[in-house]
């Protein structure tokens, strides 16, 4: 268990180290926009307008200092391979539902209404591909849950990537 803490610690760090040199550099980071569709356990179709954090400089971006987004948008973050994967909200004005998905679509993981501005870690709890941010909330107001599923394949956008 030390050994858990001891290397969340040193992710932490890490993460600090990357905002403090990467985010101000990239003041101008740009993402690709596109469509995704989750389906429900119960067959529905959940539609969203998201934008495409696929490199480094926009994975660190992520919708920080974003003060509204629309009831149907988003952003997904590819991280282009499954592994363990933390977020925060530092510098997030936003409450977000964050949505961890698996490689073969599979969500595996909703974290509701994080806390503006925090910097806690929010974990996926295992191996993950995918986060789904959206607005605070969206994820319980279209019965979106652990279990259901991303539509794959995704055609991820050709737009800029830095």
Known sequence: MASYFHHLRSAVVALYLLLGFVVPASAEVTFATGKLTIVTAKGEAREFDVEWAVNMQQRARGLMQREQLDDNAGMIFDFGESRMVTMWMADTPLSLD?????????????????????????????????????????????????????????AVPDGPQP
């Open 98 to 154: 964050m949505v961890f998905i698996n490689e073969t679509g599979r969500i595996v993981r909703v974290a509701e209404r994080t806390t503006p501005f925090s910097e806690a870690i929010i974990g996926s709890g295992e191996p993950v591909r995918y986060v789904l941010e959206v607005k605070g909330g969206r994820a319980a107001e279209l019965g979106i849950a652990a279990g259901d599923r991303l539509s794959l394949p995704l």
